[in-house]
């Protein structure tokens, strides 16, 4: 079996979906005899962590025409031809139902993962879509339990995380890797006052996030806030802290 991974990640799209992509890459290494990421090299992309798990990247060049569509699913089409590619996974917001309906003429399998939302899709298999009104008899697996996640706590450490005194907490914070709205900040302000001297703050500062220089030089003075200046991996970010403040989606399943 030769799968494909049609994913983009960008300033504005984030990186959830090419983790929770890898974390499926990953899965399904044993299994197939080849696995490529279809994707875009858009501003503020995640490609490196793609490349750094040793995945082919399949690039969709760059395109002028209003037709962007139009051209994603001819470019696909065209990447899964050379790649003699017999199953695509979908995740992606902003393709959609005629989309999935063109490139399934050329898959044996098309698999879409969706957010819990009420989208109709035209696929095999759909992962967490509440939406009942498919067109072509598709397979649902919806509920918790089929979240992808890329890291997982183990029960022994949320024990542990349990049983940690309330004196030494260590709170996390996260917005992603943009924070349009600047959450981090605002909330970084709080906690530097002196209510919260006996707690320890560690803030992951997204790859785009614009903010970023100011933060560091507002806050470096406190010796309780601690701002982590590039990306992490979640998992090493999950161990070192108790609580996490959050925004939904991937990291919040984590």
């Not at 494909?4 to 990186?15: H, T, Y």
């Not at 490609?47 to 994603?72: P, Q, T, V, Y």
């Not at 542990?160 to 005194?165: A, P, V």
């Not at 701002?227 to 998992?235: D, Q």
Request: net charge positive; proline share 0%.
């Amino acid at each position: 079996m030769n799968i494909a991974i049609r994913v983009d990640s960008s300033n504005i799209i984030g990186a959830g979906h090419v983790r929770r992509c890898l974390k499926l890459a990953r899965d399904l290494k044993s299994k197939c005899k080849k696995i490529i990421f279809i994707t875009k090299d858009l501003g503020g992309n995640f490609n490196n962590l793609i490349k750094k798990e040793n995945f082919k990247i399949a690039l969709i060049k760059k395109n002028k025409s209003k037709k962007k569509l139009s051209h994603d699913l001819e470019a696909t089409k065209h990447i899964c031809k050379k790649f003699e590619i017999n199953t695509l996974i979908i995740d992606h917001y902003f393709l959609g139902l005629r989309w999935e309906k063109k490139i399934k003429k050329h898959l044996d399998k098309l698999v879409v993962i969706d957010d819990f939302s009420n989208k109709k899709h035209y696929c095999d298999l759909v992962i967490n879509n509440v939406s009942k009104k498919n067109l072509n008899g598709t397979t649902h697996l919806t509920g918790l339990k089929y979240v992808i996640i890329p890291n997982n706590c183990s029960k022994n450490k949320i024990k542990q995380k349990i049983k940690k005194s309330f004196k030494t907490l260590t709170i996390g914070t996260f917005f992603g890797s943009t924070d349009k709205i600047n959450c981090n900040e605002k909330l970084l302000k709080i906690f530097s006052q002196k209510e919260f001297k006996k707690f320890k703050f560690i803030s992951i500062l997204g790859k785009n996030n614009k903010n970023k220089k100011k933060i560091e030089r507002n806050f470096k003075k406190y010796k309780n806030i601690y701002i982590e200046k590039k990306f992490v991996n979640m998992k090493y970010f999950f161990k070192k802290i108790d609580i996490l403040i959050t925004v939904g989606g991937v990291t919040s399943f984590e």
